[in-house]
């Protein structure tokens, strides 16, 4: 089975860098994915990462480490806009159609 | 707007009662994913559908049947509803059988009384 854990929520202020961290335990998968929550709103896929190492998409980097079972999303010259909650996902390599996301972690961004 | 439509919006029952979800995907994906998000908690995978061939379960419970039509649209079947369904229900589309992107419509938000 799958399961990852996140913490359940981050603060910071405008202009500034956070990570928001995603260690797992898994049977095997495919890579993991972060996707943005709004509140209300649907899920918007963010970043994906195959292979170890460092991915960038403007303000946003995600990180994989497979031998250490962790990754982690960095929001760099954070906005208000950014202020919602972050969830990282598996795709289990064994069963190739199913998800597994992580609870979430509310990020909260301050003026 | 991710090209993947649900409908409807908002959904008010009663205990016990059925109800369906709809959910087209987008132009040109052939996988649908279902999902439920209870209040304040993850996103809980239900079922997955490829070309109108389930593919994929998660902890679906019995109450609950899915299917994808020849058109792609599926829909989400709930019976014998609890108090404890009530939940925002999302699909999501992919172009793959497998894919890591996935495209999350807007989700409908399910009221049991």
């Known amino acids: 089975g799958q399961s990852l854990e996140q913490p359940s929520e981050v603060t910071a202020v405008e202009g500034a860098i956070v990570q928001i961290n995603c260690t797992y335990q898994?049977?095997?998968?495919?890579?993991l994915s972060w996707y943005q929550q709004h509140d209300g709103g649907a899920p918007t896929f963010l970043s994906y990462?195959?292979?170890?190492g460092l991915e960038e998409t403007g303000r946003f980097s995600s990180f994989l480490s497979r031998s250490d079972s962790y990754g982690y999303l960095l929001l760099q010259e954070l906005q208000m806009k950014d202020s919602a909650s972050y969830f990282c996902?598996?795709?289990?390599?064994?069963?190739?159609?199913?998800?597994?996301f992580g609870d979430g972690t509310t990020l909260t961004v301050k003026p | 707007d991710s090209g993947v439509t649900q409908t409807p919006k908002h959904l008010i029952t009663a205990t016990g009662q059925r109800v369906t979800l709809r959910c087209s995907p987008r132009?040109?994906?052939?996988?649908v994913y279902w999902y439920q998000q209870s209040l304040d908690q993850g996103l809980q995978f239900l079922i997955h559908?490829?070309?109108?061939?389930?593919?994929a379960k998660g902890n679906i419970l019995e109450r609950f049947s899915a299917q994808q039509f020849p058109d792609l649209h599926s829909e989400l079947n709930l019976s014998s509803l609890e108090l404890g369904d009530s939940a925002l229900y999302f699909c999501?589309?992919?172009?793959?059988?497998?894919?890591?992107?996935?495209?999350f419509g807007p989700g409908t938000r399910l009221t049991v009384l």
């Open positions: 999501a589309s992919g172009p793959s059988i497998s894919t890591d992107t996935q495209y």
């Open positions: 898994t049977s095997g998968f495919y890579g």
């Open positions: 990462n195959g292979l170890d």
């Open positions: 996902a598996v795709r289990d390599n064994t069963n190739a159609g199913k998800s597994t």
């Open positions: 132009s040109g994906d052939l996988s």
């Open positions: 559908y490829y070309n109108g061939e389930e593919r």
